[in-house]
């Protein structure tokens, strides 16, 4: 009997998108193991390489001012390197920006968006959260003072709503520690019953089965006396315990029936362990994740030549060359000795360079994500108010929305911005075809079978799509494991004095950590290089 | 085989301290549901009584300016009533303090100590945390205008170290997600193994049970080609995923034996889902719990009359009177229509007061918890500079210790405060005995087994011990469940015209929300009282 692991019905998160391009090529996911997927799940690099040693009175050109460019910048000008950095935007932060009041925002199916949430309201259409163990990002915001604040990433009382799964749960929301403790509660009933009449296939003495049991019984708050589960504290309360007699002691909530819960699929939302790059303590800037791109640019947005676009790198012997051209038209050259281009593959395969075949069909062989999320604003509060939801998320296997995000700031305010949708793929080309008020009304006519509230309370919305944002054209790198074999190391090796740098260059892609930490390696390989001329 | 729910060698939480009493006193946990413990975990009352009708110029005299008392005098004051509060102490709040520069307690072994640490850090020496279900405490600072932030409650990169287990993880600090993996990854694989051989004892159709069996895999993070446990990616990595090629993916890390994990106990920590009353969302007031006193008093404190004890309190046919003392030793008398008496048991049943010997008998049933925390000032925040560690709790089973928890604001900033202990019992009691001085150091030396910067980055500290606290004489009621069948109803109802609220007239004991919904409870039977006279 053989078990695939089960990505049809469920959620699809960015990870699990990730999965699906894999087995869709071929790779089995038990096999090849996570990191051989190209994504990886944590950063470990915590500090910038040191650049000590004469830089010599070398000039290098910077291409774009995300947070690559921007670390970059930031490292070689401190070591003492010329640097200049050219950006096509008219300001820095390549995806790390952030939605509020006024912002802009015209695609490439030419649909133009201004926000229009109130002050203090934003969303982060791009990156919206640092995992505690992403050290790199860390390092720049402690640098900076860039204030953070938690951002809550898993809510036991957050809603899972599945209408693909059978039985009765099926379209209905139920709260994720309900159905975590009546899964977990069964499965532990059924491992402690099997335990306890010696039909474990595991050499353990009897006094290491009782622990075992023990452990069992803890784990499933089932009944020692007959190891049944009928109901954790942890699923709710049918009556909440409060003040006197009534209603007092409150009374227990009755657990979902073993079938039900696993037709419903909603399991598929639970994980013994969470995975390792969404675990808690996750955190967000204050006010905004661009205030991390601001962070930089207060460093070094001196550097930066914006509203500038890239025509052309050259290089010789010598040096490189960019032909450039400024937001007026005018054209001009830069010259360096070297090169730091963290322009996304997806746009760099567009600009005539000076580059072996090998390195274009390399760069050709990455595809880019298709991406589409949607800040929808509402005039209350109502998943607080009215359902005691604090953060975290909404998961559910409606297509295209997978998840419905709640605002980690602005606690108990009068309004507050939802994350209507977070689509990927197929999904996120198909609403992304959509006029953005349709779009607006794909995610409300969704959100409205999980809250009664929704239509109701929306007010406006901005959509914002990545695959057609001029100078992204794509969410982050999708490397098939065929394409991390080999198009990847030639372009991480990059070409003669131009290195490239960005999330595209790491295993963290999609995670500002991929796109600092691919800069730390430029920069110290590119001093190395330096090191070593006489 | 009868089994024990393991309360033993684990962490002593607070709710496990209520456990073992229950315990103590012959009452099986099972058996008895939990609820039998007259320790609740959630709240859903979520607004006050409506208070229509006439108030008749009738006056209310408050005991006490603890949010039971505030809340009180907060809603019968908006009805119409005359209310007057009387409060011993020189400031509002009761329970709901914390400690910051310049905050000076003497306790009643004649301790005195005064916080000194650095503007802008605090310890939450009493109520520190706000369930997403105490929807009262969550009403009153929505309505005063409360800012809340959220409070890391659950941190699966925090420590576990058990010291008091067996074999090579005994006295060594692991990560709970490390753990969490481990036991539920074996468990998951065993569970698997027995299903797919047809051992379950369940009347699963074949059907079902391939379903499950996928469930469990998907749990586990199993192989689903044999079922096999071998590491989960949720534990961490041995070398973190990054850039370019080295680390590029990273490498996984190895998980421990299994008779290793068992033999720790360290799973006591882990729970299939998370307790009601400590599950996710938790929210803190930012700068520290007592902003909801003040926000109370900035509603009510013109009606409190502070520094004033209270040394009588009689009744009669037509009112109560209480006789009080200020500061500077002024007696004087308040009469009043009826009296709702906040101040705690174990305080009040050390006053003069005019009750039957069966209302009094049924005070001094009620033991009262002995506990003390302590704050400790450290000069760096290694916990998240060196372990990537951002607030939660480090579970212990050291005695008097139970959980070093570190805290959920000043993220990054330079020096943060910890929790060093939450002693509970006898443990407390012992505590406590000590000087200011040497409890620091008793916190200090465990710490250090866990953190080796502990010591180091010590700079100062500021202990509490509830029992030793002239007005409170403990940290909350502890019923017994006997004491709850037979005294909570008498005390519930009151005594004539005094009627009493607080923490200990809730199922919710020792949490904010308690005081509140007790609070609301009263006033609403005084109020339907006064409404039934002509």
């Known amino acids: 009997m053989e078990h695939q692991v089960g990505t049809g019905a469920g959620v699809l998160t960015r990870r699990r ?21 190209g994504f990886g799940f944590g950063s470990a690099q915590a500090a910038p390489p040191a650049l000590s040693g004469a830089t010599k009175g070398k000039k290098v050109v910077i291409l774009g001012a995300g947070l690559a460019g921007m670390t970059a910048a930031y490292e070689l000008d401190k070591a003492g390197y010329q640097v200049q950095v050219i950006e096509a935007r008219s300001f820095a932060g390549g995806r790390c920006q952030t939605a509020r009041k006024g912002f802009k925002y015209t695609d490439l199916a030419g649909y133009s968006q201004t926000c229009d949430f109130d002050e203090g309201h ?47 749960l099926k379209g209905k929301p139920v709260r994720k520690g309900e159905v975590a403790a009546d899964a977990r509660g069964y499965a532990a009933e059924l491992l402690a019953k099997c335990a306890s009449r010696g039909n474990l296939d595991a050499p353990l003495s009897a006094e290491d089965r009782a622990k075992f049991i023990e452990y069992v019984i803890h784990e499933g708050r089932l009944n020692p006396k007959d190891l049944s589960y009928t109901g954790a504290e942890g699923r709710g309360f049918a009556v909440h315990p409060g003040a006197g007699i009534d209603p007092g002691p409150g009374k227990p909530s009755a657990p979902y029936a073993f079938k039900d819960v696993l037709d419903s699929r909603a399991w598929q939302v639970l994980s013994s362990v969470t ?7 996750m955190l967000q800037p204050v006010g905004g994740m661009d205030q991390i791109a601001k962070g930089f640019e207060r460093q070094v947005g001196r550097l930066i030549r914006y509203s500038t676009n890239v025509e052309k790198i050259s290089q010789g012997p010598d040096g490189v060359s960019v032909a450039v051209r400024d937001a007026g038209g005018q054209p001009s050259v830069i010259t360096a000795d070297y090169c730091i281009c963290t322009i996304p593959l997806s746009v760099l395969r567009g600009i005539d360079m000076d580059a072996t075949t090998t390195f274009k069909t390399a760069m050709a062989d990455v595809a ?26 909404v998961y559910t296997d409606m297509p295209g929305i997978n998840s419905i995000s709640l605002p980690s700031y602005g606690w108990q305010g009068q309004k507050g911005v939802i994350l209507g949708y977070y689509a990927f793929g197929s999904e996120a080309a198909r609403i992304s075809a959509m006029p953005p008020k349709e779009r607006a009304a794909f995610a409300l006519a969704a959100g409205q079978k999980v809250f009664p509230q929704y239509q109701e309370s929306f007010e406006n919305a901005f959509s914002f799509c990545w695959h057609l944002a001029e100078y992204n054209l794509g969410g982050w790198a999708e490397w098939s494991p065929e394409a991390r ?18 999330e595209h260059m790491s295993y963290l892609g999609g995670w500002q950590a991929g796109a600092i930490e691919s800069a730390w390696q430029q920069v110290a390989r590119l001093h190395a290089r330096v090191q070593q001329q006489v």
Chains 1, 2 share one sequence.
């Open 17 to 37: 998108f990730f999965e699906q391009l894999a087995a869709a090529g071929g790779m089995s996911l038990a096999v090849a193991g996570l990191e051989a997927l």
């Open 122 to 168: 934003y969303i982060n259409h791009g990156p919206w959260r640092i995992p505690y163990h992403h050290r790199s990002t860390l390092y720049y915001t402690k640098l900076f003072g860039v204030p953070l604040e938690s951002f809550v990433n898993d809510n036991d009382a957050a809603y899972v709503y599945f209408e693909k799964g059978e039985g009765p």
């Open 275 to 281: 995975e390792f790059e969404q675990q808690r303590t």
């Open 368 to 393: 880019y994500a298709p991406v589409n999320k949607i800040g929808l604003q509402m005039k209350r509060r109502f998943w607080e108010e009215d359902h005691a939801i604090y953060g975290g998320h």
């Open 485 to 502: 074999a080999t198009a990847y190391p030639a372009l991480v090796n990059g070409e003669g004095r131009v290195y490239l740098a960005g």
